[in-house]
C-alpha cells in the first residue's frame, strides 16, 4: 500500500458495482434535491472496536460485499449526476459503474482517538478517502456519488469513513442506505428491511412554475450588508462542544413563560439560546441583522402535506428562517429569541411551504441559501446516525466527520454520563472565549463546567 500519512495507508481506489445487473434509465432528481446548496458531499465516521466474536473476519470484504448487495437496490447511488440545460435541471444517469471503496490500515488503536461525542473526529481527514468539500469547485457532475474507506486498526478494531452527495439523500435518506448496507454485512437475507422508493417527483415544482411564488423565503435571500459578517470559513477557528442536559434544559424552560416553554422543543429552546449567544459572542452591531437558520423535516404527517412514502430517500426538508437585529436580540429577554424560532418552524410546516420551495428552485435558477451573519444548526439527534451496526456491534461514534460554521445538535454525554444533547461549535477563539461567557451567564444556577465539555482544540 502507498503510504498518505505517518499513520494511514491507503490502497487503490477502486469501483463497487451493484451486485447484479441494475436499469439504465435517467431519474430526475426532485427540485429540493437539487438546489445549489446541496450541490456538495457530505461525511460520516463509524468508530467500530474490536469484536472478538469477528476475530479473523475481514471488515473491509465484509463492508464491500454488503455496499455491492445495497447498490442492487439503491443503483441511482451507482450512477453518475448530469445536468440538463436550460434550467440547470438535475438527473441521475444510472450507469451501474459503482461506488469509490477504499481499503486502509492505521499504525493506532481506535482508543488512540480519545473519547469521541461529536464532530470534527480526530484525524478525520485520513479516515476519508476523499476531503470533504473537495468537489467544492467542480460540483457533483459526472462523479462518484458514494465513497467509502474502511482503515483497519491495530486493535482489531476499524474505521468506516463514507461520503455522499447530498443531492441524493439527506440525513434520513443515508440513514436508510446505511442500514441496508449494515442489515447485508450481518447476513440479513434479500432485500432491505426498508424497501427504497425514489419517488422524487412528489417535491418537484409545479410546470411551469408559477411566475410568482407563493411564500416568502428570506433563507434564499441575503441579509443587507452581507459581507460585513464577522465570521468566515477562511478564518483561523477554535472548536469547543456544548452540553445540554435536564438541568440545562430545565434552566431555559424557567427563562421563559410556561405557554411558551410548552409549545417549544428541546431543539427550539436550545437552538435559539446558542443563536442569542452566539450574535452576541461575534458582537455584531445593533443594527446588524442576524438569522438562525435550521432544518424542518417533512417526513411524517402533520407537516402541512400529504406523508411521503416509507423508503422516500431523497432530501425532504425546508430551512425555516427567524431575524432580528442583533441590538434587540441582545436587549430583549430569551424569550423573544424562542418566540422567533417557534414562529419561524410553525411558517416552514404550513401547507403549502415546501411546493413553494421547490417551485422557487425552478423559477428562479436554485439559488443558493444564504449563511452571512447565519447560525445554520440542524437536529441529528433521532435520525438513528448513530446507531449503524455492520457486524461489530454499535460504534463507539457514528456521525459527522467534521465541525464547521453550520453545526448540529448529536447526542452527547455530560461529564457525569448523563444522555443530553451536544452543540459543536466553531469560532474565531477570542469570540469561544466571550461565547463560553454568554453560555454560562444565560444559563445561571447551572454550573458552567457542565453546560460546556472541555475544549477539543
Known amino acids: 500500500m502507498a503510504t498518505t500519512s ?13 451486485a447484479m445487473a441494475t436499469p439504465y434509465e435517467f431519474k430526475p432528481l426532485s427540485d429540493i434535491d437539487d438546489q445549489e446548496g446541496l450541490r456538495f458531499y457530505r461525511s460520516g465516521i463509524y468508530l467500530y472496536r474490536r469484536c472478538a466474536a469477528r476475530d479473523g473476519v475481514d471488515p473491509a470484504a465484509v463492508v464491500r460485499a454488503a455496499l455491492a448487495e445495497a447498490l442492487v437496490h439503491y443503483y441511482p447511488l451507482a450512477g453518475r449526476i448530469v445536468e440538463a440545460s436550460p434550467g440547470r435541471k438535475l438527473l441521475v444517469e444510472c450507469t451501474g459503474e459503482g461506488a469509490v471503496f477504499v481499503e486502509a490500515e492505521a499504525e493506532m488503536e481506535v482508543e488512540e482517538l480519545g473519547v469521541v461525542t461529536g464532530p470534527p473526529v480526530p484525524r478525520h481527514e485520513e479516515f476519508l478517502c476523499a476531503a470533504e468539500g473537495a468537489y467544492a469547485d467542480g460540483g457533483v457532475v459526472g462523479r462518484p456519488l458514494l465513497y467509502f474507506q474502511v482503515t483497519r486498526m491495530r486493535c482489531g478494531g476499524f474505521v468506516l469513513g463514507i461520503q455522499i452527495c447530498h443531492c441524493l439523500a439527506d440525513a434520513a435518506g443515508v440513514v436508510q442506505f446505511l442500514t441496508a448496507v449494515s442489515e447485508f454485512t ?10 427504497p422508493v425514489w419517488a422524487r417527483e412528489i417535491l418537484s415544482a409545479r410546470r411551469p412554475p408559477p411566475s410568482v411564488v407563493s411564500r416568502h423565503h428570506p433563507e434564499y435571500e441575503p441579509v443587507p450588508d452581507a459581507g460585513r459578517d464577522k465570521v468566515s470559513p477562511a478564518d483561523a477557528l477554535v472548536h469547543r462542544p456544548f452540553f445540554f442536559g435536564r438541568r440545562e434544559i430545565a434552566a431555559l424552560r424557567a427563562l421563559v413563560p410556561p405557554a411558551l416553554g410548552s409549545r417549544s422543543t428541546r431543539f427550539d429552546l436550545i437552538a435559539a439560546f446558542m443563536w442569542r449567544c452566539r450574535a452576541n459572542a461575534l458582537q455584531y452591531d445593533a443594527g446588524d441583522a442576524v438569522r438562525v437558520q ?15 412514502p416509507d423508503g422516500y430517500y431523497g432530501n425532504a426538508f425546508s430551512f425555516a428562517v427567524a431575524e ?35 417551485d422557487l428552485m425552478a423559477a428562479r435558477g436554485r439559488p443558493r441559501f444564504a449563511v452571512a451573519r447565519t447560525y445554520v444548526v440542524s437536529d441529528i439527534t433521532r435520525s438513528g446516525i448513530h446507531d449503524v451496526d455492520v457486524g461489530w456491534g454499535k ?12 453545526t448540529f445538535h448529536v447526542a452527547g454525554r455530560g461529564g457525569d454520563g448523563e444522555e443530553g444533547v451536544e452543540v459543536p461549535m466553531r469560532l474565531p477563539a477570542p469570540a ?16 458552567a463546567t457542565e453546560a460546556c465539555l472541555a475544549a477539543r482544540l
Open 294 to 308: 435550521f432544518v424542518v423535516n417533512a417526513r411524517g404527517r402533520g407537516r402541512g402535506r400529504a406523508p411521503l
Open 432 to 447: 469561544m472565549e466571550r461565547l463560553v461567557v454568554e453560555v454560562a451567564r444565560g444559563l445561571a444556577g447551572v454550573d
Open 324 to 358: 432580528s437585529p442583533a441590538g434587540e436580540l441582545r436587549r430583549r429577554p430569551f424569550a423573544h429569541a424562542l418566540r422567533l424560532v417557534v414562529a419561524a418552524k410553525a411558517r416552514a410546516m404550513e401547507e403549502g411551504h415546501l411546493q413553494s420551495v421547490a
Open 6 to 18: 505517518s499513520v494511514v495507508r491507503r490502497g487503490a481506489a477502486e469501483l463497487v458495482a451493484p
Open 186 to 195: 450481518r447476513g440479513v437475507p434479500g432485500a432491505p428491511t426498508v424497501r
Open 395 to 406: 460504534a463507539a461514534y457514528g456521525g459527522p466527520a467534521t465541525a464547521t460554521l453550520a
